[in-house]
């Protein structure tokens, strides 16, 4: 009874208020980038962002890894507010450090100390797998794809926010059947999992740099907007999640749609040389984030609640490592296609969501299945 208070009173404003923080570091991270790598030759200049942006997010990538695995044993012992307060200690500490810099103008690589810190403290792996498992276990499980979306659109509202300016509970609750637990099915959602998170990290992280440049040639405004209406598909895929729920749309359904969404909008954005195309692109990603939280919530349905913080926190870590071979292959294949098709890494990121669609449509399948053959049981 207590979780669940906690996560009543204390988890949509803890994730409002820690991304409202995020969203003004992320555009001021950005901005002081590119300030510092500013150079008459474009090509130079890019060059300098997006070695500073793979180094950087490799460091993030790599530290929370030994922390985050101890502090989900921690949470998964009944402590579950420990996986999440320690990360944000680490995130004010370390945020507090752009500060100095901007102040007193130190070089641009003293802001490798950020991930450093940020990641010793278990990172962003740490602190979101601490949140869903503590939705997880407020949450029943016709209910779960739904309480855990909703947090994902607390985190995106904030976003939105600050950038744009610049149910009745069932007594089953937190209750899963044990039987349902399927060990394939669990590897087929990891991969599908990491091969989405592979395709919507790497084009976003190459979309940062994309903006900045010729065509486009963004500025700090731009980018304050562009950075909200990425927060704005956090309230359309909640919609979408709403609107999927009530017509009995399955959970694995809902995976596939969105992976649809992300595919046709990253494609395009590949041929995208002005603004208004930009938008129109993100546009047709309106269900792009629905995916993640519901393979979270498949996945919670496959193993106990007393391991809801490491199922989690071994999901986010494999995003993790696995973007520790893909960052820097995507940055050098942006480099590289930089004078010739600089939009081909969005083609790219195209051709794994069609693969991660692969895994996630056989969980479907076999889903169904069992589905069947439980109601030929009950018969």
């Given at each position: 009874m207590a979780v669940m208070m906690s996560c009543r009173k204390y988890i949509a404003p803890l994730v409002f208020c820690a991304q409202v923080a995020s969203s003004f570091f992320d555009t001021a991270l950005q901005m002081i980038v590119k300030e510092r790598c500013a150079n008459h030759d474009r090509d130079v200049e890019q060059k300098a962002i997006t070695n500073f942006n793979m180094t950087f997010n490799m460091v993030l990538k790599f530290m929370p890894i030994v922390p985050?695995?101890?502090?989900?044993?921690?949470?998964?012992?009944?402590?579950?507010?420990?996986?999440?307060?320690?990360?944000?200690?680490?995130?004010?500490?370390?945020?507090?450090?752009?500060?100095?810099?901007?102040?007193?103008?130190?070089?641009?690589?003293?802001?490798?100390?950020?991930?450093?810190?940020?990641?010793?403290?278990?990172?962003?792996?740490?602190?979101?797998?601490?949140?869903?498992?503590?939705?997880?276990?407020?949450?029943?499980?016709?209910?779960?794809?739904?309480?855990?979306?909703?947090?994902?659109?607390?985190?995106?509202?904030?976003?939105?926010?600050?950038?744009?300016?610049?149910?009745?509970?069932?007594?089953?609750?937190?209750?899963?059947?044990?039987?349902?637990?399927?060990?394939?099915?669990?590897?087929?959602?990891?991969?599908?999992?990491?091969?989405?998170?592979?395709?919507?990290?790497?084009?976003?992280?190459?979309?940062?740099?994309?903006?900045?440049?010729?065509?486009?040639?963004?500025?700090?405004?731009?980018?304050?907007?562009?950075?909200?209406?990425?927060?704005?598909?956090?309230?359309?895929?909640?919609?979408?999640?709403?609107?999927?729920?009530?017509?009995?749309?399955?959970?694995?359904?809902?995976?596939?749609?969105?992976?649809?969404?992300?595919?046709?909008?990253?494609?395009?954005m590949a041929f995208v040389t002005t603004t208004p195309m930009y938008f129109l692109a993100r546009s047709i990603t309106l269900f792009a984030l629905i995916p993640m939280p519901t393979i979270r919530s498949l996945l919670s349905k496959q193993v106990r609640g007393t391991s809801y913080g490491i199922t989690f926190v071994m999901l986010q870590l494999s995003f993790k490592i696995a973007s520790l071979v893909t960052t820097p292959i995507y940055t050098k294949i942006y480099q590289v296609t930089l004078d010739t098709f600089p939009g081909f890494v969005f083609i790219l990121s195209s051709i794994f969501t069609v693969l991660s669609m692969i895994p996630i449509s056989i969980v479907g399948c076999r889903s169904a299945r069992h589905d069947g053959y439980e109601r030929i049981q009950g018969n």
């Amino acid at each position: 009874m207590a979780v669940m208070m906690s996560c009543r009173k204390y988890i949509a404003p803890l994730v409002f208020c820690a991304q409202v923080a995020s969203s003004f570091f992320d555009t001021a991270l950005q901005m002081i980038v590119k300030e510092r790598c500013a150079n008459h030759d474009r090509d130079v200049e890019q060059k300098a962002i997006t070695n500073f942006n793979m180094t950087f997010n490799m460091v993030l990538k790599f530290m929370p890894i030994v922390p985050a695995i101890l502090l989900a044993k921690v949470g998964d012992r009944g402590y579950r507010k420990v996986p999440i307060v320690v990360p944000l200690v680490g995130y004010f500490l370390s945020r507090g450090l752009l500060l100095l810099d901007i102040v007193l103008n130190w070089p641009l690589q003293v802001l490798y100390a950020v991930p450093v810190i940020h990641g010793l403290c278990g990172g962003f792996a740490s602190y979101w797998a601490g949140v869903m498992a503590l939705v997880s276990v407020c949450s029943g499980e016709d209910e779960r794809s739904v309480r855990i979306m909703r947090t994902e659109l607390v985190y995106g509202i904030a976003g939105f926010i600050v950038l744009g300016e610049r149910q009745e509970r069932r007594e089953s609750v937190g209750i899963i059947n044990h039987e349902a637990r399927d060990k394939i099915n669990i590897a087929l959602l990891f991969v599908s999992g990491i091969l989405y998170d592979i395709a919507v990290a790497g084009g976003m992280e190459m979309l940062g740099a994309y903006v900045l440049k010729d065509p486009l040639s963004w500025g700090a405004t731009e980018v304050g907007y562009g950075n909200a209406l990425g927060s704005l598909l956090f309230i359309t895929s909640f919609l979408g999640v709403k609107m999927f729920t009530r017509c009995s749309v399955r959970d694995e359904s809902m995976v596939m749609i969105g992976m649809v969404s992300f595919a046709a909008g990253i494609y395009f954005m590949a041929f995208v040389t002005t603004t208004p195309m930009y938008f129109l692109a993100r546009s047709i990603t309106l269900f792009a984030l629905i995916p993640m939280p519901t393979i979270r919530s498949l996945l919670s349905k496959q193993v106990r609640g007393t391991s809801y913080g490491i199922t989690f926190v071994m999901l986010q870590l494999s995003f993790k490592i696995a973007s520790l071979v893909t960052t820097p292959i995507y940055t050098k294949i942006y480099q590289v296609t930089l004078d010739t098709f600089p939009g081909f890494v969005f083609i790219l990121s195209s051709i794994f969501t069609v693969l991660s669609m692969i895994p996630i449509s056989i969980v479907g399948c076999r889903s169904a299945r069992h589905d069947g053959y439980e109601r030929i049981q009950g018969n």
